[in-house]
């Protein structure tokens, strides 16, 4: 049964990162979601790209840069490393859902996690860093213009204590640590992949019923090289990977390779015949 009000969001605002939003939504069509899979692109992503979003995604929404609409979006401008953070926030004008649950495009789901939608704004995972912060790359949260707006708001005020979205959500729901354990999503659901080396046995006790994988910091999927023919990841100097790592990474490429790839060739092979 499809459940049309609520769905998973991610954000793209370039043609590099739509290659991961495509894996996550592969991801979860692979996992048979009864929810609708919504993708935020700003307007640089190309034409082709967004093509090829569509036969992945029920809906591709380009967002505005930040424009002068208001004082608030004024007071934003005047901090541009704020964009990508101001451009995340828009999932909650997508006020035609009733909840969505959002998803960074370097995360990957495992199995169903249709369940998430069963918790209530603002549920999120603990962040490996620092626990008391919850992680923003997965949550749990319900559209509202009039949160848009207290939340940009709060962003022209207060600015982002990581220059980011992350430290500007925890700012803004600053209860999250104490009030309601029923919004703190277990780790499982955003299972950093430097989490894995920093706490191995923890991750050998309960890393088989990781849900969600989520590709953090500043190499991401595919800035790897990936052998086609082999199927492996190659390691270069630098990837310091361990073996669950590398089997995520190998998972990613996989569906990478298998289902989009063949989506951008076509398109590819279209844009050449023109
Ligand atoms: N993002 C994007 N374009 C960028 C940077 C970030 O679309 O240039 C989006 C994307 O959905 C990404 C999320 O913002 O997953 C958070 O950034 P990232 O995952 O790179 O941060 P990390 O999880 O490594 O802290
Ligand atoms: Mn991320």
Redesign the pocket.
């Known amino acids: 049964m499809s459940v049309t009000d609520q769905a998973f969001v991610?954000?793209?605002?370039?043609d590099?990162?739509c290659q991961?939003?495509l894996v996550l939504g592969q991801s979860l069509r692979n996992h048979t979601t009864s929810r609708k899979l919504a993708v935020l692109i700003t307007p640089v992503v190309s034409s082709g790209m967004r093509s090829v979003l569509r036969s992945v995604f029920d809906e591709v929404i380009e967002v505005d840069a930040l424009d002068s609409a208001d004082s608030v979006r004024l007071a934003l401008m005047q901090r541009p490393e704020l964009g990508?953070t101001f451009?995340?926030l828009h999932c909650w004008t997508l006020t035609h859902y009733s909840k969505c649950v959002f998803m960074?495009?370097?995360?990957l789901v495992l199995c169903n996690v249709d369940e998430l939608f069963d918790r209530e704004e603002f549920s999120a995972a603990p962040d490996s860093g620092w626990p008391d912060c919850f992680?923003?790359?997965v949550f749990v949260f319900r559209p509202s213009l009039k949160t848009y707006d207290l939340l940009l708001r709060f962003a022209a005020e207060h600015g982002s204590f990581d220059g980011?979205?992350?430290g500007l959500l925890n700012s803004f729901f600053s209860n999250w640590a104490t009030a309601d354990i029923g919004k703190h999503l277990p780790f499982l659901y955003n299972l950093s992949s430097n989490a894995v080396y920093t706490y191995v046995p923890a991750f050998n006790h309960f890393g088989r019923d990781a849900k969600v994988v989520?590709?953090?910091?500043?190499t991401?999927p595919w800035n790897y090289k990936y052998n086609l023919q082999t199927k492996r990841v190659m390691q270069d100097g630098t990837t310091s990977g361990s073996f669950h790592q590398l089997s995520f990474l190998a998972l990613w490429w996989n569906i990478y390779s298998a289902s989009i790839l063949p989506l951008l060739e076509k398109l590819q092979k279209m844009e050449e015949s023109e």
């Open positions: 991610t954000l793209a605002t370039n590099v990162y991961g939003a990508v451009t995340k960074d495009a370097d995360t992680n923003s790359g980011g979205d992350q989520h590709f953090l910091g500043a991401k």
